[in-house]
């Protein structure tokens, strides 16, 4: 929402309120000041009247023209428009006028004509462009008096701000409406603006149309009818629809734009210049209810839904002669579900009617008829036929107490009570501390009691409201969600202390690439309807394509290593959700320095995991199951954490590399929840030496050591503390088989090792693993 | 005498020292030599034979002692100085990651209000229209939709398009009074410089018996919570709209790029608008049936903080994983 100062100025008196007060007091009520803008005109640029104008004897295009810019002082001045032919009075820059930091009004020949000065355009002043050729100057900006500054026409040298409206306050959607509102906060009255027309045509307008109603018109129509002829829209209207954005290029448009946004208004205008009334032709203009839509019809032909769209048919166009106006009100209540439901196209008034629009028709069509009958010199029919919807006032009860209970202020009663009655609320007052009050039936916002509360803190502002530290018993608040918090934190800390950059990335995918790499996508049935653009078109099952296009990015930008982690959120095929920490790691293993002589080694299996170690703590390698594109299926693997696969690692598949302009790339994904610490209990320490033995098996060479572990696993030694690999052989010599070496830790809760108890142990343990793997000692 | 010395003394490495020891003071060494002519010393001269061997001996004894420690510390030094490297070469390993400015800047909120013994509650990313909209006072067709640009499913379910909803979830399974915040990732379809498609807010919500919670109590806690956050602003309310409160406010603060004189990140107003908050709608309460309760809640957009905090540049950064960016929070 637009207004400017001088707009303002038609209904409220702000000639002693500075701007500061006012952006202040406007941004105090809930009227965010988003944008000020101050017109200054140059110095040296005057009214001009234009005493003569002749063709440019040696160029078609240009005219010279005698022009009177003081108190008998005329210059001769070349002007290329060609409205400059017909106007009067314009705005001449004379000599010393500077219209930018570059351009400055000198003494000039136009072949071979001397010219003392420019004829400005509106854009040339740095005013909004008003369409092609100068700015042609009209008394509804002043008075016009030949030499006076530009600048000192505040109507021109306006204060445009822009308020950012709340979705409640569509009754601020119209200059009067803002000046409404500020009345009450500034402790100004409103002006009042009555007008009687004193132009009328003598046909009344009952006399040649007739409205009828068919079933339930729960909205207020008020017709009226002109006769348009030669409509020019003068300059101060042209020039506050520019500084609106709203400059449309037919006069009658411009005009109804006009008056919408001055009285909060809607209007509309229907073409009925075909009707021959001289003739006796008649206007039937009906109104009906369609399944809760009124439709307009005009002569049976469907004109508008009322409130919503206009038939392009019925609109008139810049031949219009004979206009149907229409004011109209229809509480948003009743259509806003309507019209969703039904899915009515809508156009751009439907905005101000959604949001709740001026119910006072008078007032506009009195309005228009003023703007007509003072400046177009256009006769309206006498007369106008209308629909009212008895409204009835909103009633409700409020308490003194119960408003300062809630601002947390004592407030007297009075000073609520004037501060209602001044935003037009009626006020039944009463001893008690409960009073009945009429909201006005332009604040469609207004229902309960903290409606009525937050009038009273817009008004008093909340700057003066004291503030008061809240009382409140001690608990403990501490829950799940707070466990998950501090444990979150303390697995970033430690990735970060890995070396890896955290990264926060979004929860959408692009479903081609998540099937490009065989990833999970969600479920047709419930995937997202209206994506914001076709590489987020669905929720991500991975982050690890987004790590992997982060480290693209990086890449690009020369970097030489990347190592990302991401604690976020994906999604499972049935649009489940589940916390994932990932990380990736892409290129070399460290900063290359003078250790490396500059050329360190790539990232590799090892290093990843001893990362990945110092993040999450201990866990075991299985061969993955995974089977996504971005699989090495030589090094992958499931992270298994208390038994339990919890996520995955793998070195990156080289053609995905490729894909990514990646170099050696190691990624994983774990679950968040298998990360969050668990409750430890300690046990009892031996006291008693353990021993350290090692085994050498000759195994097949395609045996995991998974398979291995196991074998002794089921074999639950109770001596059997520890045991691991420690080196792993393989030779031509040895073929198909491999030579793989573990430790044991043997040790006794209770007693002294025997060697005959250690020589058991082994034993068990040589001939499960060979039972089991065909392996033979080595 | 002299000579013996002299060898000490000539001895230029440990190594050499041992070996004068052993034939100085070996067994077989040229002392024990000495020592055993004294059985052929005649009786009245074997005492003071014996005195100037053992003073012979002395002497060359602290005279070996000396030439030890002078040696022993040339080693050492020549140890130490082997091992010399340039340290200057060696800083600068940059082996610690960052963290990101927008989760730091969510732990410094969440830091607050959990001193202030505020309960960190978690809802879900994918909601439904109930706890997203019409619970929060935001029935279909509710002009106040607009405001938020929602990503619908085809199952009717929504991406939650602001941390309310949690607000909703905690009213349910709980009773007041509740003094909790909900932080959180967010969605809105809107994609433009100062818009992503997801972003984080933390939200806030109070809730106690009828009359206790004020306005005021909410302008006090809102203006020390910028305060810690930005430190010495200005801090000022708007009064505003949102469906789910009422009184609502926006709250800005002065501008911490020009203090407040007005530049391009205020759009020369001098004020930043940094968070919403109101006193909660009575329909709010109504949807969770909750009777007899007053209470304030507020929320607030953690990029924009994050942003404001460590004046970055551009928003969609954040979210690219650029360690160019990054790498300056190490």
Same mark, same amino acid.
């Not at chain 1, 005493?51 to 290329?80: T, W, Y």
């Not at chain 2, 009184?247 to 990140?265: Q, Y």
């Given at each position: 929402?637009?207004?400017?100062?001088?707009?303002?100025?038609?209904? $409220?008196?702000? =000639?002693?309120?500075?701007?500061?007060?006012?952006?202040?007091?406007?941004?105090?009520?809930?009227?965010?000041?988003?944008?000020?803008?101050? /017109?200054?005109?140059?110095?040296?640029?005057?009214?001009?009247?234009?005493?003569?104008?002749?063709?440019?004897?040696?160029?078609?295009?240009?005219?010279?023209?005698?022009?009177?810019?003081?108190?008998?002082?005329?210059?001769?001045?070349?002007?290329?428009?060609?409205?400059?032919?017909?106007?009067?009075?314009?705005?001449?820059?004379?000599?010393?006028?500077?219209?930018?930091?570059?351009?400055?009004?000198?003494?000039?020949?136009?072949?071979?004509?001397?010219?003392?000065?420019?004829?400005?355009?509106?854009?040339?002043?740095?005013?909004?462009?008003?369409?092609?050729?100068?700015?042609?100057?009209?008394?509804?900006?002043?008075?016009?008096?030949?030499?006076?500054?530009?600048?000192?026409?505040?109507?021109?040298?306006?204060?445009?701000?822009?308020?950012?409206?709340?979705?409640?306050?569509?009754?601020?959607?119209?200059?009067?409406?803002?000046?409404?509102?500020? =009345?009450?906060?500034?402790?100004?009255?409103? @002006?009042?603006?009555?007008?009687?027309?004193?132009?009328?045509?003598?046909?009344?307008?009952?006399?040649?149309? @007739?409205?009828?109603?068919?079933?339930?018109?729960?909205?207020?129509?008020?017709?009226?009818?002109?006769?348009?002829?030669?409509?020019?829209?003068?300059?101060?209207?042209?020039?506050?629809?520019?500084?609106?954005?709203?400059?449309?290029?037919?006069?009658?448009?411009?005009?109804?734009?006009?008056?919408?946004?001055?009285?909060?208004?809607?209007?509309?205008?229907?073409?009925?210049?075909?009707?021959?009334?001289?003739?006796?032709?008649?206007?039937?203009?009906?109104?009906?209810?369609?399944?809760?839509?009124?439709?307009?019809?005009?002569?049976?032909?469907?004109?508008?839904?009322?409130?919503?769209?206009?038939?392009?048919?019925?609109?008139?166009?810049?031949?219009?002669?004979?206009?149907?106006?229409?004011?109209?009100?229809?509480?948003?209540?009743?259509?806003?579900?309507?019209?969703?439901?039904?899915?009515?196209?809508?156009?751009?008034?439907?905005?101000?009617?959604?949001?709740?629009?001026?119910?006072?028709?008078?007032?506009?069509?009195?309005?228009?008829?003023?703007?007509?009958?003072?400046?177009?010199?256009?006769?309206?029919?006498?007369?106008?036929?209308?629909?009212?919807?008895? $409204?009835?006032?909103?009633?409700?009860?409020? =308490?003194?107490?119960?408003?300062?209970?809630?601002?947390?202020?004592?407030?007297? @009663?009075?000073?609520?009570?004037?501060?209602?009655?001044?935003?037009?609320?009626?006020?039944?007052?009463?001893?008690?501390?409960?009073?009945?009050?009429?909201?006005?039936?332009?604040?469609?916002?207004?229902?309960?009691?903290?409606?009525?509360?937050?009038?009273?803190?817009?008004?008093?502002?909340?700057?003066?409201?004291?503030?008061?530290?809240?009382?409140?018993?001690?608990?403990?608040?501490?829950? @799940?969600?707070?466990?998950?918090?501090?444990?979150?934190?303390?697995?970033?800390?430690?990735?970060? =202390?890995?070396?890896?950059?955290?990264?926060?990335?979004?929860?959408?995918?692009?479903?081609?690439?998540?099937?490009?790499?065989?990833?999970?996508?969600?479920?047709?049935?419930?995937?997202?309807?209206?994506?914001?653009?076709?590489?987020?078109?669905?929720?991500?099952?991975?982050?690890?394509?987004?790590?992997?296009?982060?480290?693209?990015?990086?890449?690009? /930008?020369?970097?030489?290593?990347?190592?990302?982690?991401?604690?976020?959120?994906?999604?499972?095929?049935?649009?489940?959700?589940?916390?994932?920490?990932?990380?990736?790691?892409?290129?070399?293993?460290?900063?290359?320095?003078?250790?490396?002589?500059?050329?360190?080694?790539?990232?590799?299996?090892?290093?990843? $995991?001893?990362?990945?170690?110092?993040?999450?703590?201990?866990?075991?390698?299985?061969?993955?199951?995974?089977?996504?594109?971005?699989?090495?299926?030589?090094?992958?693997?499931?992270?298994?954490?208390?038994?339990?696969?919890?996520?995955?690692?793998?070195?990156?598949?080289?053609?995905?590399?490729?894909?990514?302009?990646?170099?050696?790339?190691?990624?994983?994904?774990?679950?968040?929840?298998?990360?969050?610490?668990?409750?430890?209990?300690?046990?009892?320490?031996?006291?008693?030496?353990?021993?350290?033995?090692?085994?050498?098996?000759?195994?097949?060479?395609?045996?995991?050591?998974?398979?291995?572990?196991?074998?002794?696993?089921?074999?639950?030694?109770?001596?059997?503390?520890?045991?691991?690999?420690?080196?792993?052989?393989?030779?031509?010599?040895?073929?198909?088989?491999?030579?793989?070496?573990?430790?044991?830790?043997?040790?006794?809760?209770?007693?002294?090792?025997?060697?005959?108890?250690?020589?058991?142990?082994?034993?068990?343990?040589?001939?499960?693993?060979?039972?089991?793997?065909?392996?033979?000692?080595? | 005498?002299?000579?013996?010395?002299?060898?000490?003394?000539?001895?230029?490495?440990?190594?050499?020292?041992?070996?004068?020891?052993?034939?100085?003071?070996?067994?077989?060494?040229?002392? !024990?030599?000495?020592?055993?002519?004294?059985?052929?010393?005649?009786?009245?001269?074997?005492?003071?034979?014996?005195?100037?061997?053992?003073?012979?001996?002395? !002497?060359?004894?602290?005279?070996?002692?000396?030439?030890?420690?002078?040696?022993?510390?040339?080693?050492?030094?020549?140890?130490?100085?082997?091992?010399?490297?340039?340290?200057?070469?060696?800083?600068?390993?940059?082996?610690?990651?960052?963290?990101?400015?927008?989760? !730091?800047?969510?732990?410094?909120?969440?830091?607050?209000?959990?001193?202030?013994?505020?309960?960190?509650?978690?809802?879900?990313?994918?909601?439904?229209?109930?706890?997203?909209?019409?619970?929060?006072?935001?029935?279909?067709?509710?002009?106040?939709?607009?405001?938020?640009?929602?990503?619908?499913?085809?199952?009717?379910?929504?991406?939650?398009?602001?941390?309310?909803?949690?607000?909703?979830?905690?009213?349910?399974?709980?009773?007041?009074?509740?003094?909790?915040?909900?932080?959180?990732?967010?969605?809105?379809?809107?994609?433009?410089?100062?818009?992503?498609?997801?972003?984080?807010?933390?939200?806030?919500?109070?809730?106690?018996?009828?009359?206790?919670?004020?306005?005021?109590?909410?302008?006090?806690?809102?203006?020390?919570?910028?305060?810690?956050?930005?430190?010495?602003?200005?801090?000022?309310?708007?009064?505003?709209?949102?469906?789910?409160?009422?009184?609502?406010?926006?709250?800005?603060?002065?501008?911490?790029?020009?203090?407040?004189?007005?530049?391009?990140?205020?759009?020369?107003?001098?004020?930043?608008?940094?968070?919403?908050?109101?006193?909660?709608?009575?329909?709010?309460?109504?949807?969770?049936?909750?009777?007899?309760?007053?209470?304030?809640?507020?929320?607030?957009?953690?990029?924009?903080?994050?942003?404001?905090?460590?004046?970055?540049?551009?928003?969609?950064?954040?979210?690219?994983?650029?360690?160019?960016?990054?790498?300056?929070?190490?």
């Amino acid at each position: 929402m637009i207004i400017t100062r001088t707009w303002l100025e038609n209904f $409220l008196d702000i =000639s002693e309120v500075s701007d500061e007060t006012l952006f202040k007091t406007l941004n105090a009520i809930g009227l965010e000041v988003d944008n000020i803008k101050t /017109y200054t005109i140059p110095q040296k640029i005057v009214v001009g009247k234009i005493l003569s104008c002749e063709k440019h004897p040696d160029a078609d295009k240009l005219n010279v023209c005698q022009i009177e810019v003081g108190a008998g002082m005329q210059r001769q001045i070349v002007c290329g428009a060609a409205n400059v032919v017909d106007a009067e009075y314009v705005a001449v820059a004379c000599i010393g006028a500077k219209l930018g930091e570059d351009f400055e009004i000198k003494h000039a020949k136009l072949r071979g004509v001397e010219s003392e000065g420019m004829v400005c355009s509106a854009s040339e002043l740095g005013l909004p462009n008003l369409g092609d050729g100068i700015m042609v100057l009209d008394e509804t900006i002043g008075e016009l008096v030949v030499g006076k500054e530009l600048n000192e026409y505040k109507k021109i040298a306006d204060t445009v701000i822009e308020i950012e409206l709340t979705a409640n306050r569509g009754d601020c959607l119209s200059v009067h409406g803002v000046a409404r509102d500020l =009345s009450a906060a500034l402790n100004i009255p409103m @002006k009042s603006f009555e007008y009687e027309s004193q132009n009328q045509e003598k046909i009344g307008l009952a006399r040649v149309a @007739k409205l009828t109603s068919k079933g339930e018109i729960n909205a207020s129509l008020e017709f009226a009818m002109a006769n348009v002829n030669n409509l020019d829209t003068s300059l101060l209207f042209l020039l506050r629809l520019g500084f609106i954005d709203k400059l449309s290029t037919t006069p009658i448009d411009n005009f109804l734009q006009y008056i919408i946004h001055t009285t909060g208004v809607i209007l509309r205008a229907y073409d009925v210049s075909h009707l021959d009334f001289e003739n006796d032709e008649k206007l039937i203009i009906t109104a009906q209810n369609v399944n809760d839509v009124i439709h307009i019809s005009l002569n049976d032909k469907k004109a508008a839904y009322l409130g919503i769209h206009q038939e392009e048919a019925s609109k008139t166009t810049g031949k219009s002669t004979q206009v149907l106006f229409q004011a109209s009100y229809v509480n948003p209540k009743h259509i806003v579900d309507v019209v969703s439901e039904q899915k009515i196209q809508t156009d751009e008034l439907y905005y101000n009617t959604s949001r709740g629009s001026e119910p006072n028709l008078s007032f506009g069509i009195t309005y228009l008829t003023y703007l007509f009958e003072t400046y177009y010199n256009s006769k309206l029919f006498e007369g106008t036929l209308s629909v009212k919807e008895e $409204l009835e006032p909103t009633i409700t009860t409020v =308490s003194a107490e119960e408003i300062c209970e809630i601002i947390g202020n004592k407030i007297p @009663k009075m000073e609520i009570i004037n501060i209602l009655k001044a935003l037009n609320f009626g006020v039944q007052t009463s001893i008690e501390d409960s009073f009945g009050i009429t909201i006005p039936p332009y604040r469609h916002d207004i229902e309960n009691i903290q409606d009525i509360t937050e009038e009273i803190v817009r008004i008093i502002g909340i700057d003066n409201i004291e503030a008061k530290a809240l009382k409140f018993v001690e608990k403990n608040r501490i829950n @799940k969600s707070m466990q998950k918090y501090h444990a979150k934190k303390a697995l970033r800390s430690r990735a970060v =202390s890995a070396g890896f950059d955290e990264s926060i990335s979004f929860a959408f995918a692009d479903k081609k690439l998540l099937k490009a790499y065989d990833f999970s996508i969600i479920n047709e049935k419930l995937d997202i309807i209206n994506p914001i653009t076709t590489d987020l078109n669905t929720l991500r099952t991975t982050t690890l394509i987004n790590l992997l296009q982060a480290a693209k990015r990086n890449v690009s /930008y020369s970097k030489k290593s990347t190592a990302l982690f991401e604690i976020g959120t994906i999604f499972n095929e049935y649009r489940e959700e589940k916390e994932v920490l990932s990380l990736i790691y892409a290129g070399q293993s460290e900063s290359e320095n003078v250790s490396n002589a500059g050329k360190p080694s790539s990232i590799n299996f090892e290093l990843f $995991l001893k990362k990945i170690s110092s993040i999450v703590g201990n866990f075991e390698l299985k061969k993955s199951n995974e089977t996504n594109g971005l699989i090495h299926p030589y090094q992958s693997a499931d992270i298994i954490i208390d038994n339990k696969i919890c996520g995955y690692l793998t070195k990156v598949h080289p053609s995905v590399c490729d894909d990514f302009d990646l170099k050696e790339t190691f990624v994983a994904e774990i679950d968040f929840n298998a990360l969050v610490p668990k409750h430890i209990n300690a046990h009892a320490i031996s006291k008693f030496q353990g021993v350290y033995k090692d085994l050498s098996f000759v195994i097949n060479k395609d045996i995991h050591y998974t398979q291995v572990a196991l074998s002794i696993k089921t074999l639950n030694l109770p001596l059997l503390k520890k045991y691991y690999p420690v080196d792993v052989y393989q030779d031509e010599a040895l073929g198909e088989e491999k030579s793989l070496s573990l430790r044991f830790f043997i040790q006794s809760e209770e007693e002294t090792l025997s060697d005959e108890a250690i020589e058991e142990t082994i034993k068990r343990i040589i001939s499960k693993i060979e039972s089991d793997h065909g392996a033979a000692l080595r | 005498m002299e000579t013996l010395k002299q060898q000490i003394n000539d001895a230029n490495s440990l190594t050499e020292l041992e070996k004068v020891r052993i034939d100085l003071f070996g067994k077989k060494g040229t002392l !024990s030599k000495e020592f055993a002519k004294l059985k052929d010393v005649p009786g009245p001269e074997k005492k003071a034979f014996a005195e100037g061997l053992n003073t012979k001996k002395a !002497s060359l004894q602290t005279a070996f002692d000396e030439r030890y420690e002078m040696l022993k510390k040339e080693e050492i030094e020549k140890l130490l100085k082997a091992e010399a490297i340039d340290v200057s070469l060696y800083g600068n390993l940059d082996e610690k990651g960052a963290y990101h400015p927008v989760m !730091s800047t969510m732990e410094k909120i969440i830091d607050y209000f959990v001193a202030l013994n505020f309960a960190i509650e978690d809802g879900p990313k994918v909601e439904d229209d109930f706890h997203n909209f019409e619970a929060l006072n935001l029935p279909k067709n509710h002009p106040a939709r607009d405001m938020q640009d929602t990503f619908f499913f085809k199952d009717g379910a929504v991406l939650r398009t602001h941390t309310s909803p949690v607000q909703i979830r905690t009213m349910l399974s709980q009773k007041p009074p509740i003094r909790m915040i909900a932080p959180g990732a967010v969605f809105r379809k809107d994609y433009d410089i100062t818009h992503t498609p997801m972003f984080h807010q933390v939200e806030g919500l109070v809730v106690d018996a009828k009359g206790e919670i004020s306005f005021a109590n909410l302008k006090a806690i809102m203006s020390d919570f910028l305060h810690y956050m930005f430190g010495d602003v200005e801090v000022r309310f708007r009064p505003s709209f949102f469906p789910f409160t009422e009184p609502s406010s926006e709250v800005d603060i002065s501008c911490i790029f020009c203090e407040g004189k007005g530049c391009r990140v205020c759009s020369h107003t001098g004020w930043l608008e940094v968070l919403g908050c109101g006193i909660v709608d009575s329909n709010v309460f109504d949807a969770v049936e909750y009777k007899d309760v007053s209470g304030y809640a507020f929320g607030l957009g953690v990029e924009r903080f994050a942003m404001l905090l460590h004046k970055v540049p551009d928003l969609r950064m954040l979210f690219e994983g650029d360690t160019r960016l990054l790498e300056q929070f190490r």
